[in-house]
């Protein structure tokens, strides 16, 4: 198989676990609908030159498609998996002022002073170990030090876990976040029962996360996805919206 063809089948994939049904395209379309209202509200505070974007883990580009319609945007994109950049590329690379990059987003070496306005990742940092992930916020918050650092994640302890495990069930889809023993420990927050988090939903606390911004950023918001009002023990996802020191 041609690594086109790879690349279109890994794009694929991934576009029907986000498009299942419409309560999937529902509950993920709450992190495009914030990023937009967060670049709008800087774009009015520019003066007429393109927003710089960066986005961490850009995956096959979902993102960068309403961004770059809705905003004059100069975008970069970066993930580690090359399927996903070339996938991006050929839905978007034919966009001006839109650059792809497989790269690791832990390293430094990938980051340049305040060389972007925002810099978001959506769903994505629960999938990169926590060792990584501390790298990054640092690279964000210490070098690029953009106006605003958006961060949506899935939450994964508490009722919410409960929900989401036996809704994606019933919907026949396997989310991964667990068997039946490990989604009721994470449900009652018993995190020592279940397995260290690597990579992936299981074991994922977004409380670690939020602090570890903290620690390196101002929060300005910290809400529910989709709705603000959900209380964060069943909300299906969570956004933080930073400003580094």
Not at 71 to 77: A, I, K, S
Not at 203 to 213: E, N, V, Y
Not at 221 to 243: D, H, K, N, Q, Y
Request: glycine share 8%; aromatic share 8%; charged share 20%.
């Amino acid at each position: 198989m041609s690594a086109t063809s790879s690349a279109t089948r890994s794009a694929a994939s991934y576009e029907r676990v986000q498009n299942l049904n419409r309560i999937t395209r529902f509950l993920h379309s709450g992190r495009y609908a914030s990023l937009l209202r967060i670049a709008g509200e800087l774009s009015t505070q520019s003066s007429g030159a393109p927003m710089r974007a960066l986005e961490i883990g850009c995956g096959t580009g979902t993102a960068v498609g309403p961004l770059l319609d809705a905003y004059d945007v100069d975008y970069l994109g970066i993930d580690h998996n090359p399927l996903f950049i070339e996938a991006a590329r050929r839905s978007h690379g034919h966009r001006s002022h839109c650059t792809f990059l497989e790269a690791d987003a832990a390293d430094p070496r990938h980051y340049q002073p305040e060389s972007a306005d925002i810099v978001f990742a959506l769903e994505t940092l629960e999938h990169i170990p926590e060792g990584d992930v501390v790298r990054i916020v640092e690279n964000v918050c210490r070098i690029v030090r953009p106006k605003r650092f958006v961060v949506t994640v899935p939450v994964e302890i508490g009722p919410a876990v409960w929900i989401k495990n036996l809704g994606s069930v019933m919907m026949g889809h396997s989310r991964q976040s667990g068997n039946f023993s490990q989604t009721l420990w994470a449900g009652l927050y018993r995190m020592d029962r279940i397995p260290v988090h690597t990579d992936g939903h299981l074991g994922f606390d977004w409380r670690w996360l939020a602090q570890t911004i903290r620690h390196n950023a101002r929060m300005v918001e910290l809400s529910s996805l989709p709705f603000g009002w959900l209380p964060r023990t069943i909300a299906p996802t969570i956004l933080m919206v930073a400003e580094p020191r």
